[in-house]
């Protein structure tokens, strides 16, 4: 099971920007197969996906509610994932989960995540 600790996560105007981290440790299987993703989910609604990545090639993919405002990167030799978040929104208020599954990176995509950190929390306030 691999071992996830977010961090970054706070509370900031409508139109602010903050960057998650998701550093992961544990791993078992091949650098090739690593995905990382990170999902959200806010009071009374359900998880959604937000954007995934390979850490082998850095191959992306988001959910269409935050394209062209949030960037997914990697750093491989350090295990890391970072989430930039720009142009927050009151909706984009939420607790935002790091995870992670092994796949090939053409299958890193939203879903069927099967590791989870404990969360960090975010606030965009009007």
């Known amino acids: 099971q691999v071992q996830l600790k977010e961090s970054g996560g706070g509370s900031v105007q409508a139109g602010g920007s903050l960057r998650l981290s998701c550093a992961a440790s544990g791993y078992t299987y091949d650098r090739t197969r690593r995905c990382m993703a990170w999902f959200r989910q806010a009071p009374g609604k359900e998880r959604e996906a937000v954007a995934s990545i390979s850490i082998y090639n850095g191959f992306t993919n988001y959910a269409d509610s935050v394209k062209g405002r949030f960037t997914i990167s990697r750093d491989e030799a350090r295990n890391t994932v970072w989430l930039q978040m720009n142009r927050l929104a009151v909706e984009d208020t939420a607790m935002y989960y790091c995870?992670?599954?092994?796949?090939?990176?053409?299958?890193?995509?939203?879903?069927?995540?099967?590791?989870w950190g404990q969360g960090t929390q975010v606030t965009v306030s009007s």
């Open positions: 995870a992670a599954r092994e796949a090939d990176w053409y299958e890193c995509g939203l879903q069927y995540y099967n590791d």
